[in-house]
């Protein structure tokens, strides 16, 4: 609660808010974004971060779901598929934790050194997704677009088991990086039901993962509450002036942000 009465918490809101804002512009960038924002611009401990950015993004994520699913955009099997590989993937993660109690610096060093990885390849992917999605629709060779194609169980089953152990090590992975790789599993799919599919996929994963680590006391509830204050109008914002921006510029301003992450992350490490 010292937060309240410090002059840091009106940074948290400000943080809160242009998360949230990039995440209404360019529907990705939650873990991404808010794990480094809080492990380099406020200097919270990485397992800490990881754990409150965790039940962030399950809140935050909760309204988005609702509305992609009023408007059908979930494909419910591959949610299934994945889920049933993500879930017992986070869990396998966080009973480590609970079992074997890693040094906590040891295992900062090394959330840190994931999260700059998986924050790398998120860029990549942010910045590869319309080049991935016109040539998997190419490579179809003119097949004709379906919103429900069936499920490839194997691979889906896969992407989902290393989903499930990146969102609990380091909170990143649920949004560019599923997104991404659906599209390479599913071409024929729409961008939104795509998108709808991966953010009802990342609501039980990031709510499991999240209670797991706020029962081994990795969440702290008063930046939790700074952060929502300042980050749904944030989103709100974002989302309405979304279609404003050209897509190749929200693209390229993600993959730069995230890169810039990935750096801030891993340079400490180098000194």
């Known amino acids: 609660m010292e937060l309240f009465f410090s002059t840091g918490w009106p940074v948290v809101i400000i943080g809160g808010f242009a998360v949230g804002f990039l995440v209404g512009l360019t529907g990705v960038g939650a873990g991404s974004l808010m794990t480094p924002f809080l492990i380099s611009g406020l200097g919270v401990p990485p397992i800490l971060a990881v754990g409150t950015d965790l039940l962030f993004a399950s809140i935050t994520k909760a309204s988005a779901a609702w509305r992609h699913n009023r408007l059908g955009n979930v494909d419910w099997p591959i949610v299934k598929w994945m889920a049933l590989g993500s879930l017992p993937g986070a869990a396998a993660v966080l009973a480590w ?11 900062s060093i090394i959330i840190r050194e994931v999260l700059a990885a998986a924050l790398v390849i998120s860029a990549l992917c942010v910045a590869a997704y319309p080049l991935l999605k016109r040539r ?26 290393i989903l499930g152990v990146l969102v609990a090590l380091t909170s990143v992975g649920a ?16 961008a939104r039901r795509l998108i709808g599919t991966d953010i009802v996929h990342a609501i039980p994963l990031t709510f499991l993962a999240g209670i797991s680590h706020f029962g081994m006391g990795h969440v702290d509830l008063t930046i939790l509450g700074l952060l929502l204050i300042g980050s749904v109008p944030g989103i709100a914002l974002g989302s309405r002036i979304t279609s404003m921006v050209p897509d190749w510029v929200l693209r390229v ?18 000194h």
């Open 136 to 161: 998997a629709n190419r490579n179809g060779n003119g097949a004709a677009a379906t919103d429900n194609p069936p499920v490839r169980r194997a691979p889906t089953l896969a992407l989902g088991i």
């Open 97 to 107: 934790m609970y079992l074997t109690k890693p040094d906590v610096h040891v295992l």
């Open 253 to 270: 301003v993600l993959a730069l942000v995230l890169g810039w992450a990935a750096y801030s992350l891993i340079g400490p490490l180098a």
């Open 175 to 190: 949004g560019a990086i599923g997104v991404v790789a659906l599209t390479v599993l599913y071409h024929t799919m729409s």
